[in-house]
């Protein structure tokens, strides 16, 4: 029967490659997987740091059952240029960071002590995908990802594909391809069962199929399935299938994830199940600061749920490149839906250079094809021209492998060469012309959030069409930026969720970005951020979250979210008008100190199509005389969001903040001992209401004790009143406590336990 355990413990890492590493054990710093090869700044950072080669070594003992099997190593991710030997001889080669790679051990492997050495390359290698111009964003050297240690027979599964296919009557066939690999080469009998099984693992419909060790694959079908439960953005519903392999008294089994569901594009829209759905998603970077791409399955996990809890997408693009199976896992299990890509950014290299593409490409459908949250296969390098022989080979080669999903091709430019299924447009219109009120020299266009599908396209008809980034760079915000930037930042995210919801022709719209990121220098603000996020680096969030946020149904959380620091003197000229409250209440009541409370309602006529328009109070509720001018009180604001007639968020800003307490929340209290788990801990310093206080950016010093280490330095400044660091496991079990100091507020804590959680598999 097969094996797969972690192989992330143990590794011996090494600044740079020398030869001999790659044949003798040396004393060097021993690491776990994920791993990050260079500790890295929160800013300023110098990505040459991490442009270079580091090895890693690692020993591995002949285990009996080894005898009579197939062993490889399965890595998920390494950037950027892998090379691995196995007892001083190279065995294998990979030139791509973004896609797994499996390492055949079977016929190098000693009866005894051996050695595996991993050379990694961290270079911008101007060959290798997505290198060879400049890039909005930094690959992190190492091998940054989980390695697995796998054993099979000699004759087994290679991979499984599921399709599922809605039948008219109704119900749903599946059918069920697997590849199978044959180590010796024998052409012996196989027998394969497949078994369907429901979410609760029980099984509910099995197959045979027969054949011979030599074949490539073999396709197991199951016909009419009744009563099943689709997979969908509320209700995710995942079934499974394992397929057993058994040939000369010998098994395999694999099993995989998958869904029942419809998902297509179409030029009046996007389709799930059948029902039009409005596509309303981020761009997200796998990066984080301190550890770059190293974050393993609890960090993944929660980005997937920022996404579609607290920003309530309900699409992501991996931006750009295949991203972790944890997220993707996650996807799937909360209904997410996926547009992922392959590596690349504006540049398109030489032949040997797209036949690396192409293979990313290919790896990636392999890898993530029975992903039901995957709705698109982004099948061009990100902002590329066109490339008519490149694109065509692309398509054909996604559509070959996966007949069952669209492709996109994103791009920026206009009236390009639409070889894919879906039309996928960067529309970075608005802002180009300037601001309404300012208008650039020469702007010849109004205000515009976006352009209409057949201007983009060129087309004579209307085809499937995505927006999938806007913003960004075109109005960079930070989280301490100043009030009136943060409401223009909101409105433009607004402005393009809304031109998306009332365009028949748009399924949907994807905002730039998810999370600030690190860049190189030839990008974002000079610290090397690009600050271009609706949550920060650390993924706390700007008011423009609480744009996508408040999108949400109220029935899955109430959100009212004032974009305001709430202070006379914040804005140019002074006063808080208009107040934009990002709401999903039927009204928000409100009222100033001791004045009398009011009632204003969302703003439908400026933003007719939003699902959930904001509340922007202003002079229509408000008279001058009331609020008052420079020069006088300011007072305490108190919010209250209604829906349907009753009461259900309140909100006091308070006139005269006072840093009151600091309040630390992790996002579990539990550290897993078992694995390399990473804990963020937020502390944010609040007033005596519970609001953060934005301008807080004092020093915070951390002092962590018990079986955890701390990630980042031990004193922070706050940013905009927050501060965040994330605690790492040693493998040992117990109470961990944080405790953190600020001048003005002293001593805070919070404990967490650290248990074994599941066994460490080597
Ligand atoms: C796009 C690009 C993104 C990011 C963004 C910033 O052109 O695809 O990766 O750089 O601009 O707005």
């Not at 029942?260 to 829209?269: D, H, L, N």
């Not at 944890?326 to 799937?332: A, Q, T």
């Not at 579990?668 to 963020?680: F, N, P, Q, T, W």
Request: proline letters at 7%.
């Amino acid at each position: 029967m097969r094996t797969v355990v972690p192989f992330n413990a143990g590794w011996v890492f090494h600044e740079g490659d020398d030869r001999f590493l790659q044949s003798r054990l040396t004393s060097g710093k021993n690491v776990e997987l994920p791993h990050n090869a260079v500790d890295l700044p929160y800013g300023y950072l110098d990505e040459t740091r991490f442009q270079r080669p580091f090895t890693y070594q690692k020993s591995l003992q002949w285990r009996p059952e080894f005898e009579g099997r197939r062993v490889s190593l399965v890595f998920d991710g390494a950037m950027a240029d892998s090379t691995v030997f196995l007892n001083g001889k190279e065995i294998h080669a990979h030139p791509d960071g973004y896609t797994p790679f499996e390492v055949g051990l079977t016929d190098h492997l000693h009866r005894g002590e051996n050695l595996l050495c991993v050379r990694i390359d961290g270079s911008e290698n101007p060959g290798i995908p997505p290198f060879g111009g400049q890039i909005d964003y930094l690959t992190y050297a190492g091998i940054y990802r989980d390695a697995w240690l796998k054993c099979t027979s000699p004759v087994s599964i290679e991979r499984i594909r599921v399709e599922t296919r809605e039948l008219p009557d109704p119900g749903f066939s599946a059918s069920v391809r697997c590849d199978i690999r044959n180590g010796e080469q024998a052409d012996e009998p196989i027998a394969l069962t497949a078994s369907l099984r429901s979410p609760d693992g029980t099984v509910i419909s099995q197959c045979r199929a027969d054949a011979t060790s030599r074949d490539d694959s073999v396709i197991l079908s199951f016909g009419d399935l009744q009563e099943i439960s689709r997979w969908d953005l509320r209700t995710p519903v995942l079934y499974s299938v394992d397929v057993r392999l058994e040939c000369m008294g010998r098994h395999d089994q694999l099993d995989t994830r998958f869904g029942f569901r419809t998902a297509e594009f179409r030029p009046e829209g996007f389709f799930l199940n059948g029902r039009k759905v409005t596509l309303r998603g981020l761009n997200r970077h796998q990066s984080f600061p301190y550890i770059g791409y190293a974050a393993g399955r609890r960090a993944q996990e929660r980005d997937a749920e920022l996404l579609k809890h607290a920003l309530r997408c309900n699409l992501v693009r991996t931006s750009h490149y295949p991203q972790s199976p944890w997220f993707l896992d996650h996807c799937d299990r909360i209904g997410l839906l996926v547009f992922e890509e392959i590596p690349g950014w504006q540049h398109i290299g030489g032949d040997d250079w797209k036949r690396r593409s192409l293979n990313n490409l290919r790896s990636m459908i392999l890898r993530d094809w029975n992903h039901p949250s995957i709705v698109l296969w982004g099948t061009r390098i990100n902002e590329s021209p066109d490339d008519h022989d490149f694109y065509v080979r692309s398509n054909d080669l996604a559509r070959t492998l996966d007949p069952s999903r669209q492709t996109g091709g994103v791009r920026n430019v206009t009236r390009s060469e639409f070889l894919e299924d879906v039309y996928t447009m960067n529309d970075f219109v608005l802002g180009s012309e300037g601001s309404s009120a300012a208008p650039l020299p020469g702007g010849n266009r109004p205000r515009t959030a976006l352009r209409h599908p057949r201007d983009v396209t060129g087309l004579d008809r209307d085809v499937p069409y995505l927006v999938t980034e806007f913003n960004g760079h075109m109005f960079p915000t930070k989280r301490t930026d100043p009030e009136e930037r943060q409401i223009e930042h909101v409105l433009r995210h607004l402005e393009v969720l809304d031109a998306a919801y009332g365009s028949a022709e748009i399924s949907g719209c994807i905002g730039w970005c998810m999370a600030d990121y690190n860049t190189h220098k030839d990008f974002g603000s000079g610290e090397r951020i690009c600050h271009h996020g609706v949550l920060d680096m650390f993924r706390e969030p700007k008011p423009a979250a609480f744009a996508y946020a408040s999108q949400g149904d109220p029935g899955d959380g109430v959100v009212m979210k004032p974009v305001t620091f709430w202070a006379r003197g914040e804005r140019s000229i002074g006063g808080s008008l208009p107040l934009v409250v990002l709401t999903n209440c039927d009204a928000v009541a409100f009222r100033f100190a001791d004045g009398p409370a009011k009632t204003a309602l969302p703003d439908r006529s400026r933003f007719p199509n939003l699902p959930h328009p904001p509340v922007i109070i202003d002079h229509r509720h408000i008279s001058q005389g009331e609020l008052e001018c420079w020069g006088k009180a300011w007072y305490d604001l108190f919010l209250t969001g209604v829906l349907e007639g009753k009461p259900v968020r309140h909100l006091h800003l308070v006139a005269n903040p006072l840093p009151a307490r600091i309040e630390l929340t992790p996002d579990s209290e539990e550290l897993l001992a078992s694995e390399k788990d990473l804990v963020r801990v937020v502390v944010r310093a609040l007033d005596q209401a519970g609001n953060v206080l934005v301008h807080f950016n004092e020093p915070l010093s951390i002092r962590i004790s018990g079986p955890a280490r701390l990630v980042g330095p031990g004193i922070v400044p706050f940013r905009g009143g927050s501060a965040v660091f994330w605690l790492e496991s040693t493998g040992e079990t117990g109470t961990v406590l944080a405790e953190t100091r600020t001048l003005e507020l002293g001593r805070s804590e919070v404990r967490l336990r650290a248990t074994r959680g599941p066994e460490r598999g080597d």
